[in-house]
């Protein structure tokens, strides 16, 4: 594992998409993934880092259950993104079932969209979840 990040798990600015011109690239890319809980949107990042959006539509839920569905993805995302491809920019989102899905359901549907398109290396054996 090569992560060059404060804690390998943490989350900080440095992998977030902030501006809405990097969403717009993404959202206008052909690169998509649909899971049963996960929404996946990614394309070829131009700086070659990997970098992650989330996106909860308002049409969801009401303000805290896409406050709980966007740290549900946060949540995933902070544990796989040290093994995700290099030179990525990916925006996930989830679906209105995985609103109400326990947080270790959204990870291993994630884990699994990443694994299916090669987008995960040297993934670890066993899925990284220990509450």
């Not at 209105?96 to 995960?120: C, F, I, K, N, W």
Request: glycine share 8%; with cysteine; hydrophobic share 40%.
């Amino acid at each position: 594992m090569q992560c060059n990040l404060r804690t390998p798990f943490s989350y900080p600015k440095e992998i977030r998409l902030r501006k809405s011109w990097e969403f717009d690239t993404v959202f206008r890319t052909k690169g998509r993934l649909r899971g049963q809980l996960v929404r996946l949107l990614y394309v070829q990042a131009p700086d070659g880092k990997t970098r992650w959006g989330l996106a909860v539509g308002k049409r969801l839920a009401k303000a805290n259950g896409r406050v709980h569905g966007r740290r549900l993805l946060r949540e995933a995302i902070r544990r796989l993104h040290p093994w995700v491809r290099q030179g990525l920019w990916i925006v996930a989102s989830l679906s209105e079932t995985g609103l109400t899905a326990p947080a270790p359901l959204v990870y291993q549907d994630l884990r699994r969209l990443l694994l299916s398109r090669g987008l995960l290396t040297d993934v670890p054996a066993e899925p990284l979840w220990n509450p």
